[in-house]
């Protein structure tokens, strides 16, 4: 795996391997590429995968901090279905759904899952469309990008 300047690291009490894993069942042009024991620290291994073409690196060492919402992947979904896809695909077992499209996997990464287009509608330099845009997402669990074009477009119901 090529050297990138800036990789996302994942810090897991346990179950790194099995995250990525996971994840990379769900994403295309994904994969694990190496799990690597570190010497001398017990359970503690590096798990270097690729999602979508990114690379990250994750670890499995127990420690006091687990995943919050400070940090989330965000995916840019280019239709309905696979929103919905990559939705389900990641509350499989045991995920938890969350409000404005934000959803914790079973693993407690934090993911939103959004259409392509749903930040260029809300930076919007005209504030009505970004506001409809906005009040729409704020009452959505999983996003509907029709309604969220809709409330844009100010063609909503």
């Not at 503690?44 to 420690?63: D, H, K």
């Amino acid at each position: 795996m090529a050297i990138q300047k800036i990789t996302p690291f994942l810090w897991y009490a346990t179950q790194a391997e099995e995250a990525a894993a996971f994840y990379a069942g769900i994403f295309p042009d994904s994969r694990v590429t190496r799990v690597t024991p570190v010497p001398s620290a017990g359970a503690t291994r590096l798990v270097e995968f690729v999602l979508c073409g990114q690379p990250f690196i994750a670890m499995s060492s127990s420690g006091p901090d687990s995943f919050n919402h400070a940090i989330s992947l965000m995916v840019y979904c280019d239709s309905q279905e696979e929103l919905d896809r990559y939705w389900d695909a990641l509350l499989e077992g045991g995920g938890a759904p969350e409000a404005c499209g934000w959803l914790k996997d079973r693993f407690g990464v934090s993911w939103q899952i959004i259409p392509s287009e749903q930040i260029q509608m809300m930076a919007d330099p005209d504030p009505e469309k970004a506001a409809r845009v906005a009040q729409a997402m704020m009452k959505m669990v999983k996003l509907d990008a029709a309604v969220l074009k809709a409330a844009y477009l100010g063609t909503a119901s």
